[in-house]
Each structure stands twice: as C-alpha cells, then as structure tokens.
C-alpha cells in the first residue's frame, strides 16, 4: 500500500498543529473549563483508611446543609455481577470498575471514594464532606506486593482465587492470577551455559503525572439523555463504562471528549463521571467534578510497582543461551496488573533458544493501577536490561556488541510465540552504535548506559469521516482525543491524499454522536489506525470527485485522473479539458448530485512492533548521590513519521517520563498505608531543568500494513530509559542499583556501603 | 492445515493442559468455532481476551483473516496499551 504514495508532499514535513494556537493564548477548552446552566458541583469524600470495612454512611446532616443537593454512594449504582471483558485497555471486571469509582463494602485504600455529594458551591459540597458520617471497622493492610503473596497476608477479596494454577486453589488469595511462557528447555539452556547471572530488581509504581487532573460536566435530562463533556482518552470509553455502571442504554448517553492535557494511560478509566452522572440524576441539575492533585494521586491508578527476578545463562562468546524472568507486579486493590505484556516485552529484543517467563498479578492496598505508556514492559525491561549490562560486564563485552550478538530480526521467534516480520531492531543499533554519541569522551564519576525496549503497538476500531466543504477546503471528522498531535496527522494524511494543502484540511475530533466508533487513543495506535480510516475515506471523496468530474465533462470516470488536487483528463483520449481543482468541482456539488463526503470504519490490523534503542550518560556527584542526566539519544524504528517534530516529541517525552522513573518518582505510604506524598512537591517528577536536549533518531523501517508506512510511536520510547540510566550509574561508579527509584539518599547509602566513609575518629 | 498454538498457560484450563493443535479452518472465524467445539469456552476466552498472531502478524478481533493450510497461529493475550 505504502506505493501508492511514494512521492510525499505534505506527509514527511513539519506543519503547525492545528490546536497549536489555542493551547497557547490559553484558549483551548479542557475538561474542568465546560460551564451548563444551573450546574452544581460535586466533591468525592474518600477513604482515609488503607483497608476498612464500611460498617455505616450516614449523609443527613450533609443533605441538611443549605445548598447541598444530593448525595450518592454506593446503594446508587446497580449491583453489577463480577463479568470480564477486554473493554479499554485490558481485561476489565465492571464489577471491579464500579467498586473502583465507588466502595461498596469495604474501602480498599487510602482515598478510595466511599460517597459523592452535589452541591451549589464548591465550597458548600466541600463543607458537606465533612458532615457524612462514615463508620468503619478498620482492617490490616498490606501494601507491598511480596508481603500481599504471603500466605498470612490480610486478604482484600474473599472471593479471589488465584487463577492460572492446578489443582484449582480452595483458599482465597492476593494473587489473582499466574500466567507463563516457555520456550525451548530452560534447563538444558542453563546445563549448557558457561556463565549464569542470577540478579533481582524492584521498581516502585509511578504515576502519569499529567497536568490536567480528571474533570466533568455532566447533564442527566428528566428523560434519561445523558451529557457527558470530560477529558478522557477516548468519549466512546466514556460512554461505554458509564452506561454500564448505570444501568443505561449507550444511546442514552452524548459524550463529548474536551482537550485533554496528558493521559499516557491513566485516563483510560473513568472515576468521575458515573459519580457525577447519579448525582446530576438524583439532583435534577446538570454536576461538575475536577479532581485536585491530591486526589488524582490518592484516587487514581499508577502502573505498577514490580518485583523482576532474572537468570540469564550464555556462553563466554556472549550469546545468551537461557533466559528466565519472574515478575510480580501490583495491581492495586483489584485483579488487573499489566503483568501479561510485562512478561511478553522483557526479552522479546532477543533472540534465545530457551526462555521460561512467570508472572503474578498481585493485589494490595493502593489505587487500582491504570495503563502508563507500553503498560508492564518498562518494569520488566528495567529488570532484563540491567541484567543484560551485567552480564556484558561480567563476559567483558560491550553491552551494544552483546545485544547485537543476540538480537531479534525478522525470523526471530519469540518467547511468547509469534515469528517477526518486518521489524527494525537491529536497525536500532546499528543507528546507535554510529551515532557521535557514542565517540564523546566521558570525564570522573561519568559514564554511558545502553538499554533497549519492546512494545507491540496495536490498531483497532476506528472512523472517520472526509467532508468536502463548499469552497474547496475539507473537515476531517475523526474520534480520538488528540494527545500528542494526532490532529495534524490525520489532516496531513487528508491533504497528502486530497492533493491539497494542509491548511485546506480542518480536523475535529467529534463526539459519539458525531462519528462511528473509535477505540480509544492508547496503543499507540491513533496515527496508525484512525490515520488509515481518514485516508480511506479521502481516498473515497477522490473517487467521487473523479465521478463528478466525469460527469461535467461528460466522459467516463475511468477516463479521469486525479493528480496534485485535480480532476485531469486521463491522456489524449478521454478528451481535451482544463482541469477542474477541488474546489472548482466542490462548487458545483449541488448540480452534480449533492455534498462530497466518506465516512470509513475498519478494524486495522497489521500495527507493526516498535524498537527503541538509548544511550544515555550521566555524571554521579558522589558527595549527594544526584545523577544529572548529561547526554541522551533515543533510537527509534518508527515506520515512517507522518510528522516527525510530533514523533520527536512523542520520543522525547517518553524519555523525560522514564528517567523520572529512573531517578525519583515513587509512592511513600506511612505504617497505617496512608500516601505521605500525594502531591508534585514531594512526588518529584522531571523539570526542564533536569534535562539536557533529549537527541532523537528516527529509523524508518516503514510498515507495509499502513498507506504511508506509519508505525505506533508514543509507547515504547518510556522503556529503555530506567535501565539506560542504571547502566550508566553502574559505568560511571561502579555501584548497580537495582530499586528504583534512584534517588540521591539511595545512590548516596550504596555508596558509602560499596566504599564505607571514614569516622571522625578514625 | 493451519497449526495452532496456545501461547502462555492462561487459556490452557480450557484444554486440559494442551497447547498445539492442527485445525482445519480457512478464517480466523471458522478457527475460533472449531476451538471450542473441541474446548467448550475457549472460543469465548478467545474472543473477548485474546490476540491472534497469524505467521507473525498479530491480528485483534478479526473474524475474517485468512489463514493458509501452512499457517502458523499464535493464541496470546490481547494487547492495550497506554
């Protein structure tokens, strides 16, 4: 397909995007902007206990209160039987969902909502917090993910049986499931090694750290017709859970997706607006919810924290010739971790005979964990990585030659099963082991890390419509909130195919009232696969305009081309005419049979993995334990960019992401399993001024499925980075920290423990 | 005919603990019903949990791919993402 377009003029180039204006005056509406007619506002009081049985909720005084107008808990929603089904990003339990936006029972952690309440100020639902009265029976907590494996661990479900082992078990667990892969003999592989490593990692959960925290206004009509504008990473998403928690038809209910500002994963879920929706339906008057900060850290899911258990066996020429991993990583209070892709990306880089991979999903006392950018696969990597760059230490190769001696390419079967194709791996390195990076000298207490990453990219439902407005220009109505500049890279694909300029073509994301349905934007897979579904349906309105041409001129259609945005005769024989331009057959539209449009839906299939190779160094200040972070260059097969500055960006913020990561994020919850930081002054996320200029290089390895070769690029650029920086730390001073975070305090302590500091009296 | 391949150990209680399989089928579709027919709930587990890699190329709620009599098929979870 990708021939259809070799010579590219618009696709390939770096125009403004489309919101770009708005964003920065300020204008741009997003989710906690929207304003209805007698809107009240609505406030979650939360849990403050890590694990509590809910024994009573009284709300009278609360409903006493002047101006207070509902309340909501959770005898307001339907009691929804426990039901799986692969809905957003992962298998989902809508009996989990709504026990996750609302408690019933028992609260599960530290901010889990047990009661909402609507009220005409947000001051007056503030104060009506305090008037619910909430009597618990305090439980013991568990937070750790190894101590919630424990047989004598407080359990939090007694109906969680552990699945994925034989004979089925007869007492509940804290882990909801066990999963594996296999591949070859792993102990034959370990037999025939001339060097095993055996290491373990930790990783604490991290959160997304968008700066827009979940927000909603909602409307419950007198008839049952719901208006839902919120800011989420997919309106159909919306619309879905939300009609499912309920108790609604999904065409009851209009959602309309405002700007969003960051998700990365965690606004794959809804929390508020269901709360919202049975408040504005018990109040009678349209609800607004936003979350403060420390809400959306108390309340809302991280990914994971993980255990990463690796054994690595290979021979003294470096090739790798057993592999094992174990993982157990978080879910949070309820079944859900992303163990399955964790245990499926961690060595899906090489390619290895033998191969055993166990997983556990694990619950505990914390925020159910949501998607985070290539969910499980940079908790794992960071394990697999670090791992690798050990060995390359202990067979003395460099740790580039060592992934290149085992790295996959098209043929490799992988440990999880499928057989590559068209993947760009060793691309990757090759790229990297040639960049100027790797020829700069490095100074004291400096040094260089490698580390690579998998994810798979997906496609998925997607529409689009391709609208030809009565001038010329065309509307591209699609249905995925734009997070990362998608907009302009539907109207780039648009105008690529159209044959018109960029500024011709506007895009909208439309409501779900608007367009057919999208999956949600996660996957990485919006350029990819609602990029395809826009392209089909210009290439549709193409057709037509052929036909309309034909018809002024009367000819046959077939004898019609369409070249650089206009209708040409086909060659001598179809006639002699001057052509007609887009607009010249839009305005006439109307004689020639009505407006000119398409509308496509497809499935798209075929995404394409993604690569990324980094290289990143660092300097240690060996007096504080601070790593600064002096050079970075990410890798990466990206098919082809439709926009290369937005896929720069999408690399780059990854990166920024993970050596957050790296270096300071983490949850820290006191001895009652109470978040102690829930907040960006003591939650420490990246600023500008911790970084250099993250260096990009993309390799184009274009994926045949997609007409203009586009691979999925927002996910796995977060994978590499936590190892690229340990490796680094571990080249520059010679210590290997193998928990993350790797915070001054930490780095500073395995310091002095790797060269104790001398007493004063000494 | 199309080999099939039940990858990790989630699906295979459905099974009894097998994991390969030959299975005379021309879609993704036909395979599915063939599955559980012989497995009773796969072909669910299947639908709502799983992806189909077909010779390498992954495929997610897709009926009507084609599969060839010398196809290999890769039964693995579903993928997200964030």
Redesign the interface.
């Known amino acids: 397909m990708a021939s259809s377009y070799d010579t590219l003029k618009v696709v390939g180039t770096r125009p403004i995007r489309p919101d770009g204006v708005d964003k920065v005056i300020g204008r741009a509406a997003f989710g906690a902007d929207m304003v209805m007619p007698g809107m009240l506002w609505g406030k979650v009081k939360r849990s403050p206990h890590a694990h509590a049985r809910i024994k009573s909720i009284n709300a009278d005084k609360a409903l006493k209160l002047p101006g207070v107008k509902a309340v909501v808990t959770a005898a307001d929603f339907p009691s929804i039987p426990s039901e799986?089904?692969?809905v957003?990003?992962?298998?989902m339990n809508f009996r989990d969902l709504s026990r996750n936006c609302m408690a019933q029972d028992k609260a599960l952690y530290d901010g889990h909502a047990v009661a909402a309440v609507a009220a005409t100020s947000s001051a007056i639902a503030e104060e009506a917090l305090d008037l619910i009265e909430v009597e618990y029976e305090v439980l013991p907590h568990v937070i750790d993910v190894e101590a919630a494996m424990a047989d004598d661990a407080p359990l939090l479900h007694d109906d969680l049986f552990t699945?994925?082992v034989?004979p089925k078990p007869t007492r509940p667990s804290n882990i909801a499931?066990?999963?594996?892969?296999n591949k070859g003999d792993i102990a034959a592989g370990f037999k025939e090694a001339e060097v095993v490593i055996e290491r373990r990692y930790t990783t604490q959960p991290v959160h997304?750290g968008y700066i827009e925290p979940h927000a909603c206004v909602v409307s419950v009509a007198t008839d049952g017709q719901c208006t839902i504008f919120s800011s989420s990473q997919g309106q159909f998403m919306v619309r879905a859970y939300c009609a499912k928690l309920l108790g609604t038809d999904i065409a009851n209910i209009r959602a309309i997706p405002s700007e969003i500002g960051g998700g990365?994963?965690?606004k794959?879920l809804v929390y508020l607006e269901p709360l919202a929706l049975a408040l504005s339906k018990k109040a009678g008057r349209p609800v607004k919810m936003v979350m403060n900060r420390e809400e959306v850290f108390r309340g809302t899911g991280p990914?994971s924290g993980g255990v990463i258990e690796v054994k690595l066996g290979a021979k003294r020429d470096g090739h790798i010739v057993a592999a094992q991993l174990v993982l157990k990583y978080q879910a949070g209070a309820f079944p859900g971790s992303?163990v399955?892709?964790g245990?499926?990306c961690g060595f899906a880089m090489y390619d290895l005979p033998n191969v055993s991979i166990t997983g556990y999903d694990v619950v505990s006392n914390r925020p159910k964990v949501a998607?985070?950018?290539?969910?499980g696969a940079p908790i794992s990597s960071f394990g697999v990585e670090s791992c690798l760059d050990e060995l390359a230490r202990e067979l003395r190769i460099d740790p580039l030659k060592l992934r290149e001696l085992n790295a996959a390419k098209d043929g490799t079967k992988t440990a999880?099963?499928?057989?590559?194709?068209n993947v760009g791996y060793v691309q990757t390195l090759e790229a990297a082991k040639n960049h100027p990076h790797m020829q700069q000298k490095l100074g004291p207490n400096q040094g260089r890390g490698i580390a690579s990453g998998f994810?798979?990219?997906?496609?998925?439902?997607s529409s689009a419509g391709c609208f030809i407005n009565e001038d010329g220009t065309a509307t591209i109505v699609e249905g995925c909130p734009d997070i990362g500049g998608s907009r302009a890279g539907m109207a780039m694909m648009a105008a690529e195919v159209l044959g018109i300029p960029y500024d011709r073509v506007r895009p909208v994301v439309g409501d779900t009232a608007s367009v057919g349905f999208n999956f949600l934007t996660?996957?990485?897979?919006v350029t990819f696969a609602t990029g395809m579904a826009v392209t089909q349906a210009a290439e549709k309105v193409v057709v037509e305009l052929k036909r309309r041409a034909a018809m002024i001129w009367d000819i046959s259609p077939d004898a019609v081309e369409w070249k650089d945005g206009m209708a040409v005769p086909a060659g001598a024989n179809a006639g002699n005419f001057d052509p007609l331009s887009l607009a010249d057959i839009a305005l006439k539209a109307g004689r020639t049979g009505g407006p000119i449009s398409a509308e496509v839906s497809i499935?798209a299939?075929?995404?394409g993995p993604g690569f990324a190779t980094h290289i990143c160094d660092v300097e240690v200040d060996p007096e504080t334990g601070r790593v600064k972070i002096l050079r970075y260059t990410a890798v990466q097969d990206v098919g082809r960019a439709i926009h290369p500055a937005y896929v720069e960006g999408q690399i780059q913020g990854g990166v920024a992401q993970g050596i957050g990561w790296a270096l300071n994020e983490e949850y820290i919850y006191d001895r009652n399993g109470r978040l102690d930081n829930p907040g960006f002054l003591d939650y420490r996320i990246p600023v500008a001024s911790d970084m250099p200029m993250l260096e990009t290089v993309m390799v184009e390895v274009p994926n045949p499925?997609h007409p203009f070769g586009a691979k999925?690029v927002g996910?796995v650029p977060i994978v590499p980075p936590m190892a690229a920086v340990a490796n680094a730390i571990a080249d520059a001073v010679g210590t290997r920290m193998r928990d993350l975070p790797m915070s001054p305090p930490k780095l500073r302590a395995a310091l002095d423990e790797q060269n104790p500091p001398r007493m004063a009296a000494e | 005919m199309p080999h099939v391949?039940i990858?990790?150990?989630?699906a295979r209680?459905f099974t009894g603990?097998a994991s390969e399989f030959d299975v005379e089928a021309d879609t993704v579709h036909r395979m599915i019903r063939e599955l559980d027919r012989r497995f009773p709930g796969l072909g669910q587990q299947i639908d709502?949990?799983m992806a189909v890699?077909i010779?390498?190329?992954?495929?997610?709620?897709?009926y009507m791919?084609k599969l060839s009599p010398d196809s290999?098929v890769?039964l693995?979870?579903?993928?997200?993402?964030?």
């Open positions: 799986e089904a692969f957003g990003e992962g298998p699945q994925g034989e499931k066990k999963i594996g892969f997304q990365f994963g965690g794959t990914t992303p399955g892709p245990c499926m998607a985070y950018r290539a969910p999880h099963g499928p057989t590559f194709v994810w798979f990219n997906i496609g998925g439902e996660g996957g990485s897979r499935n299939q075929g995404a499925r999925g996910e | 391949v990858s990790g150990t989630a209680r603990g709502e949990g890699a010779d390498g190329e992954i495929y997610q709620d897709a791919e290999e890769y693995i979870p579903k993928i997200g993402g964030g």
